[in-house]
């Protein structure tokens, strides 16, 4: 595995571990998700960055990987926020944040031990 996808694994995890704590710090509630514009904005920064992180994944380990993890669909998430934020569902960005990203990163976990044993 190359060392530029295991950096932006580590990068991932660190989002989706920056997620996990604002859901902790505002509550796993959708509705106080969608009334404060703080924590949605937290929230939502942080899936985008994942989703142009994720691009930038060599097509080698994306097409190893596929079966484990929608990169196209993690990658069009970013596309949506970089296009349409104003407009974006923020219902779906909750059970992206709610129940996708707690996948991703325990995904991001396991790649890393399995790739950064000494």
Not at 20 to 41: P, S
């Amino acid at each position: 595995m190359k060392d530029s996808d295991i950096q932006r694994i580590q990068h991932i995890k660190t989002y989706c571990e920056k997620i996990a704590r604002t859901i902790e710090r505002f509550g796993a509630e959708y509705e106080i998700f969608a009334c404060d514009e703080d924590y949605y904005n937290s929230v939502s920064m942080s899936i985008m960055q994942i989703g142009e992180l994720s691009a930038g994944l060599s097509a080698v380990f994306k097409e190893s990987t596929k079966n484990q993890m929608p990169w196209g669909m993690i990658k069009g998430m970013r596309n949506m926020f970089a296009h349409t934020y104003a407009t974006m569902d923020k219902g779906i960005i909750w059970e992206v944040a709610a129940n996708d990203i707690p996948g991703l990163l325990l995904f991001c976990d396991r790649i890393i031990i399995e790739n950064c044993r000494p």
